[in-house]
């Protein structure tokens, strides 16, 4: 089932789902006004508001993870141009294929507006807007070759990934030997509240806006 960035039923789609999302980026506004607030209040009473900002560090990753974890919340990726990523340092993808037979193409991430509108890219039609899988693997992953059937389209997580220092990939780069397939990642570091809702408002704005002129952006 192909995702689509220029039918109509399409557009549609992506203007309900965004309808959706933007009342749930609510949370995320709300939890960093409250943070902000917490931070400014502890200047004038410090040990009061040091236990509320504790307790609210404690409760908004919570809620935010169970958030970001509900299969019916719309993912968006960073609205950006993914063209413009450098991507001459990489890593030897040619050299490494047929050791590492594209591991990284099993990991899902987020297809951003860009994506979406060159409707090039596949997405997942159960929960938008994850990289659409096949058995395990992207589906644009070409099984015998191990390379990717639309890499000049290839989204801008495939574009700045490295996989070198990743260790769901190597166990040892230098000597190429692969992680267990069963590696996940280590737990992520405590992220910046305010950063999270500040890309993901500039994503549903970017959304909105291409959705608004029925093309892509910059186009």
Known sequence: MAGSGGGDDTRALRAAWLAI???????????AQVVALTEELGARDPEAVARVHARVAELVPELLD???RSRDRLA????????EIATDDG???AELL????ARCCTFVFALSTQDLDEGVIRWDRGQPYLIRHDDGACTHLDRHSHGCTAYDHRPAPCRRFDCRADPRVWTDYPNRILAPEDTVADPPARFDLHDRVR?????LAGERMSLRRGQAPGS
């Open 91 to 93: 890593p030897p993808c």
């Open 21 to 31: 999302e933007e009342d749930r980026a609510d949370l995320l506004r709300l939890a």
């Open 66 to 68: 169970a958030d970001l």
């Open 199 to 203: 890309r993901r408002e500039l994503a």
């Open 76 to 83: 968006l990726g960073d609205f950006e141009d993914k063209y």
């Open 98 to 101: 047929p050791i590492c037979e």
